[in-house]
């Protein structure tokens, strides 16, 4: 059995608590590893170590940071299965997916290892005769990130390979329901040269570990994905003392499937989106706004292909839907079943806790229809195999639905018609529109983020992801030999 102490300036350092906590496979409830719980003096080790990192790693050119970062994608891709596999068992999402969450993590880090040699400024002229003006890029500090179990890889990856590109150190507390693919990735990183104290990893409790990265003096900046709750809290404690904060929080994304659209391509669209990762993504497609006149048509074939659909262990290779990630988990969708049902939605399919044949956490894929927008089910982000048919009679209609939530992180639409694409491209306040293709499945060289609760205006990826680890500084280089006054000379 594994047991993981936390890592501090490169080495495996004893918790100053006694406590631990297990690491569980969801769809067996076997136990994979137990790990240390910090304490917040462990957590103060942990920053000290990464500012004693800082300087080195911050004044090493970003080309040479990157070469890191190209061999640590060159070992995550040798090892993509092993790890992969290990995914699944940890976090439950079926094996191609796993294989997705690892390919993912490898395009993030090359992307980001390009980034070594892009960290461009500006530069341009001044009001002002003999005088240039510049801006440059510079790394924040220390950065405590705290992350989420749904993409136990990919989304620490998205995180620690622009910070560290751009010269930072960190921080981190992974979800402690899937710590392993974290420790893995920092392992390769090591292997792959990333110097001793620049990642350093502590486990345990949000309201503990996490509460005390948040309120670190010499923490400059937090980078969180998770729940809106939790993000409201966090963006309020480091308000109190202007910490810069990003945050990814929940979304409640919508497929508009309008009278034109392939009902056949809309209803593979929805199956991948609501039930792919059993409905635990950020950007799963939790409600579907489906025109009137194609609604019969569009339900019938939807419902035949859910009841095709096969729950199981994620390593097997028949299965469709893998286990949700822990009991709380499967006792909130539950819950939302019920509420639903109280408010009127009618159940189509679904609704229960079932056990095929394991001993894990599963719940069967599930389909409200004749949901009404304001419902709780139509407005509150489940996290799981959950989706919510409300039924609309237009084109207008049906993105003032779409826009009827507190998110706005993904939403798509499915129509032939190039003016009604454009239109909803135009007026869903989201940060992501698919047309003709499911709510999941953003690439990692463009920006990802959302709207209103989903965020705070970053982006993670793409071109803006080195912007969310770096300050800009502006410079002004007078070689004129006096004082030149800007605005009065
Ligand atoms: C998340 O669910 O938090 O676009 C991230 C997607 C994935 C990332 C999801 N590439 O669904």
Not at 330 to 350: C, F, M, N, P, S
């Amino acid at each position: 059995m594994l047991e993981y102490k936390l890592l501090i300036n490169g080495t495996w350092a004893d918790s100053s608590t006694n406590d631990t906590f297990d690491d569980i496979n969801p769809a067996t409830l076997e136990k994979l590893a137990t790990l240390q719980v910090a304490s917040s003096d462990d957590v103060d080790r942990a920053v000290k170590s990464a500012w004693d990192a800082f300087t080195t790693w911050s004044e090493t050119p970003p080309p040479k940071r990157a070469q890191v970062l190209f061999k640590a994608a060159r070992i995550l891709e040798e090892r993509k299965e092993e790890l992969a596999t290990l995914l699944t068992q940890e976090m439950g999402k079926v094996i191609s997916e796993a294989r997705g969450d690892i390919q993912e993590a490898i395009d993030i880090t090359l992307y980001a290892a390009g980034e070594g040699r892009r960290m461009f400024g500006e530069t341009t002229t001044s009001e002002l005769k003999n005088k240039f003006c510049m801006t440059i890029l510079r790394p924040i500090g220390v950065i405590g990130m705290i992350t989420p179990w749904n993409f136990p890889m990919a989304i620490p990856a998205w995180k620690v390979m622009p910070a560290l590109v751009a010269g930072n150190t960190v921080v981190m507390k992974p979800a402690s329901d899937t710590p392993l693919l974290t420790i893995k990735m920092v392992e390769v990183l090591m292997e792959a040269g990333l110097p001793p104290g620049v990642i350093n990893l502590v486990f345990g409790p949000g309201g503990t570990v996490g509460s005390a990265i948040v309120h670190h003096p010499d923490i400059r900046a937090i980078s969180f994905t998770g729940s809106l709750e939790t993000g409201k809290w966090i963006m309020s404690e480091c308000g109190k003392v202007m910490k810069r904060v990003s945050m990814e929080l929940g979304g409640k994304n919508p497929i508009i499937v309008m009278d034109d659209a392939d009902i056949d391509s809309a209803v593979d669209g929805v199956i991948w989106g609501a039930f792919g990762t059993t409905g635990q993504r950020c950007t799963a497609a939790s409600r579907v706004i489906v025109h009137e006149k194609v609604k019969a048509a569009f339900t019938d074939k939807l419902l035949a292909r859910t009841r095709t659909l096969k729950l199981g262990d994620g390593l097997l290779p028949e299965t469709d839907v893998g286990p949700v990630i822990n009991l709380s988990q499967l006792d909130k969708i539950e819950k939302y079943t019920r509420i639903g049902q109280d408010e009127g939605a009618v159940l189509l399919t679904g609704g229960n806790v079932v056990k095929p044949g394991l001993a894990g956490y599963f719940f069967e894929p599930t389909i409200f229809t004749d949901v009404d927008q304001d419902m709780r089910i139509a407005q509150e982000e489940i996290f799981g195999p959950v989706v919510a048919l409300i039924t609309v009679s237009g084109l207008e209609e049906a993105i003032e639905v779409a826009n009827n939530t507190v998110y706005g992180l993904s939403s798509s639409i499915y129509t032939k018609d190039i003016t009604s694409a454009f239109r909803a491209i135009e007026k869903i306040d989201a940060g992501i529109t698919y047309i003709n293709s499911s709510t999941i499945g953003a690439e990692v060289h463009l920006p990802f983020g959302g709207v209103k609760g989903t965020g705070n205006g970053f982006r993670e990826a793409g071109t803006d992801a080195v912007k969310e680890f770096t300050e800009v500084k502006a410079v002004y280089f007078d070689y004129s030999g006096k004082l030149q006054k800007a605005q009065i000379d």
